[in-house]
Nanobody, 114 residues
Framework: QVQLVESGGGTVQPGGSLRLSCTASLSRFRVYVMSWYRQTPGNQRELVARIDGADTTVYADGVKGRFTIARDNAKNTVSLQMNSLKPEDTAVYYC????????WGQGTQVTVAS
């Protein structure tokens, strides 16, 4: 059974920071493109950040300069450091692994509110 497990979600005030982590049970973790998506009620999941096996990163326009994605292939983890959080960042954040076969985590709630 392949499992992607997210952690680090919670409630934070605007301007605050959170660090999300995803641990994957993939045997060849280093070849997977790892991504963070987020979803709010009634909306489609949207890509937040992506990092491939060469450590090339892609960010959604709305999070550039505030969020940083990184991976640790020795630990089979991918993280999302979120700084200067805004209320519009509130969503369920999902970890995704893709290398011809795709896997999803169950999601972790991030709430940014005063």
């Amino acid at each position: 059974q392949v499992q992607l497990v997210e952690s680090g979600g919670g409630t934070v005030q605007p301007g605050g920071s959170l660090r999300l982590s995803c641990t994957a049970s993939l045997s060849r973790f280093r070849v997977y493109v790892m991504s963070w998506y987020r979803q709010t009620p009634g909306n489609q999941r949207e890509l937040v950040a992506r990092i491939d096996g060469a450590d090339t990163t892609v960010y959604a326009d709305g999070v550039k300069g505030r969020f940083t994605i990184a991976r640790d292939n020795a630990k089979n983890t991918v993280s999302l450091q979120m700084n200067s959080l805004k209320p519009e960042d509130t969503a369920v954040y999902y970890c995704n692994a893709n290398y011809f076969v795709e896997y999803w985590g169950q999601g972790t709630q991030v709430t940014v509110a005063s």
